[in-house]
């Protein structure tokens, strides 16, 4: 399988806030902004592979500021990271103040992917080629935590036995 460029799988989604977005302090729901991240990662996993995918973890979800009613959502995912079946995907969401244009990163989150046939069995993936420096230091970090995740010295609490 040839190797694809991280840039083939960048995806973006936009959004403005309405009310039926909001929680009761009048700021986005956590939940809604997820729902929006997973489907963005998701584009990401599906331009990187061409293949049936599906939502296998979220390692790490940052919410760094409120984001109000009006504002406009831009979020980007793109794949840096993949091992045989799986892909890590880096979301970020910019909020963006409608009136003036000022944006302010407002949540990142780490998504793996596994690509799956009609039986829902993981398949390989193509390798990613990395192009930038993020991508580099991105890929060395999921490294390190598919390594620890396999070798069951993962620091993310779970109540399951392995
Ligand atoms: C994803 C799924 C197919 C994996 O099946 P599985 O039997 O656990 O498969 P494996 O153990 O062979 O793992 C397959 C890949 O997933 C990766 N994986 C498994 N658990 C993981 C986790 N918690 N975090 C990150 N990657 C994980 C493995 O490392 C492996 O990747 P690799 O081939 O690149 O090394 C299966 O767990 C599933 O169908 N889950 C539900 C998915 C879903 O419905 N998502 C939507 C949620 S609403």
């Keep these: 399988m040839q190797p694809k460029k ?22 986005l729901f956590g939940g809604q902004l997820l729902a929006l ?14 293949l049936d995918c599906v939502t296998v973890s979220i390692d790490k979800v940052d919410f760094l500021a409120p984001v109000r009613h009006g504002y406009i959502l831009d979020m980007t995912a793109r794949v840096h ?8 995907i880096y979301v970020s969401a910019f909020a963006e103040e409608p009136n003036t244009g000022n944006r302010e990163l407002v949540c990142e989150a780490f998504f ?12 390989p993936v193509p390798q990613v080629e990395l192009e930038t420096e993020q991508d580099r230091r991105l890929n060395a970090e999921a490294h390190k935590r598919y390594e620890a995740r396999k070798a069951g010295k993962s620091a993310t609490r779970t109540a399951r036995k392995s």
């Design 81 to 88: 990271f993949t091992a045989r079946t799986s892909m890590e």
């Design 112 to 123: 793996s992917f596994v690509a799956v046939d009609a039986d829902g069995r993981p398949i």
């Design 37 to 50: 991240a997973d489907r963005v990662a998701a584009m990401a996993a599906l331009r990187h592979s061409r």
């Design 6 to 27: 991280a840039s083939e799988s960048e995806s973006r989604l936009t959004w403005i806030v309405a009310p039926q977005d909001l929680n009761r302090h009048g700021t």
